[in-house]
């Protein structure tokens, strides 16, 4: 797979990743993750939320398949983020929206790292949000 | 209260094999809406030097979280799981995961504390196949909210 050599400074093209409710419940079964907050309104308002929220691993795995798009597959070394503010995702046909940013902090011996800004309806979302990538075609 | 540095280096028994299934990570890639090749196609991944295809960098906590229930069931943390909230999660990878992998994890209590009545909890979970090759390291840091 042929992925473009990043540079210190290097600001990442964002993406865009669509949650709807139908998105969450097929989440919840391939993670094993059924807590209801995730899909039941009723269980999730009665916890103080403002509604049903995207689970935090849904949320790290968009931003994940960011990172992978930047830099490949199989280089991520080291991907870590801070939960801070949940995703409330309406239940109709748009959902919501995440948009994951990335720029590169800094490059040493074929490894970047990637400082990454995922926002929802343009508050952040994770905070200390980084990724460790190997360079292509470097120390493979 | 029940979470204190007492309990920090507390490592539990290894948990039992997880077996990693190439159509659970397929499963898995398209719940996420991950697409690269390697994921879903076997002979893609064999091109790109792996056995078979490989897990998404998330996929490892699938499995990290049900061996860390050996930590959240203990007795002597007194965890309420419903006033769980998870705060951070971190990854790092030795290798991606591959389907046919085999793995077992070890838990450890990297940070227990109690302060302004919630609790923190951070562990971390060594995953390794059954021949004891090192595949990830997984940190998971849970808040118990505290009542009131």
Same mark, same amino acid.
Request: glycine share 10%.
């Given at each position: 797979?042929?992925? +473009?050599?990043?540079?210190?400074?290097?600001? !990442?093209?964002?993406?865009?990743? #669509?949650?709807? #409710?139908?998105? !969450?419940? #097929?989440?919840?079964?391939?993670?094993?993750?059924?807590? +209801?907050?995730?899909?039941?309104?009723?269980?999730?308002?009665? *916890?103080?939320?403002? $509604?049903?929220?995207?689970? $935090?691993?849904?949320?790290?795995?968009?931003? &994940?398949?960011?990172?992978?798009?930047?830099? $490949?597959?199989?280089?991520?070394?080291?991907? &870590? *983020?801070?939960?801070?503010?949940?995703?409330?995702?309406?239940?109709?046909?748009?959902?919501?929206?995440? *948009?994951?940013?990335?720029?590169?902090?800094?490059?040493?011996?074929?490894?970047?790292?990637?400082? !990454?800004?995922?926002?929802?309806?343009?508050?952040?979302?994770?905070?200390?949000?980084?990724? #460790?990538?190997?360079?292509?075609? !470097? $120390?493979? | =209260?029940?979470?204190?540095?007492?309990?920090?280096?507390?490592?539990?028994?290894?948990?039992?094999?997880?077996?990693?299934?190439?159509? /659970?990570?397929?499963?898995?890639?398209?719940?996420?809406?991950?697409?690269?090749?390697?994921?879903?196609?076997?002979?893609?991944?064999?091109?790109?030097?792996?056995?078979?295809?490989?897990?998404?960098?998330?996929?490892?906590?699938?499995?990290?979280? =049900?061996?860390?229930?050996?930590?959240?069931?203990?007795?002597?943390?007194?965890?309420?799981?419903?006033?769980?909230?998870?705060?951070?999660?971190?990854?790092?990878?030795?290798?991606?995961?591959?389907?046919?992998?085999?793995?077992?994890?070890?838990?450890?209590?990297?940070?227990? =504390?109690?302060?302004?009545?919630?609790?923190?909890?951070?562990?971390?979970?060594?995953?390794?196949?059954?021949?004891?090759?090192?595949?990830?390291?997984?940190?998971? /840091?849970?808040?118990?909210?505290?009542?009131?």
């Amino acid at each position: 797979m042929s992925v +473009p050599v990043l540079t210190a400074g290097q600001e !990442l093209a964002p993406h865009t990743y #669509r949650i709807t #409710r139908d998105d !969450l419940i #097929r989440y919840a079964g391939a993670s094993g993750d059924f807590n +209801p907050i995730h899909w039941s309104e009723r269980t999730a308002v009665k *916890v103080g939320l403002p $509604g049903v929220i995207a689970h $935090g691993m849904f949320t790290m795995a968009l931003a &994940g398949r960011a990172v992978s798009a930047w830099a $490949g597959a199989a280089a991520v070394l080291d991907y &870590g *983020v801070r939960f801070t503010k949940p995703v409330p995702v309406p239940d109709d046909d748009e959902g919501t929206e995440i *948009v994951v940013s990335g720029k590169v902090r800094e490059v040493s011996d074929g490894i970047a790292q990637i400082d !990454l800004t995922v926002t929802c309806n343009g508050e952040k979302v994770l905070a200390q949000a980084r990724a #460790r990538v190997r360079q292509a075609g !470097l $120390g493979d | =209260m029940a979470l204190q540095p007492v309990y920090v280096g507390r490592t539990y028994p290894p948990s039992r094999p997880y077996l990693v299934g190439r159509e /659970k990570v397929r499963e898995f890639a398209a719940a996420i809406g991950a697409d690269e090749t390697e994921y879903s196609d076997p002979a893609a991944a064999r091109a790109a030097g792996y056995r078979d295809v490989i897990a998404p960098p998330t996929f490892p906590f699938v499995i990290t979280t =049900m061996a860390n229930d050996v930590v959240l069931d203990d007795p002597d943390l007194e965890i309420d799981y419903t006033r769980v909230v998870h705060g951070d999660q971190r990854f790092a990878y030795t290798r991606p995961i591959e389907a046919g992998d085999e793995l077992v994890c070890v838990c450890v209590i990297e940070e227990a =504390m109690t302060r302004a009545g919630h609790g923190f909890l951070t562990t971390r979970t060594d995953v390794a196949t059954t021949a004891g090759e090192p595949v990830v390291s997984v940190w998971t /840091k849970l808040v118990v909210r505290g009542e009131g």
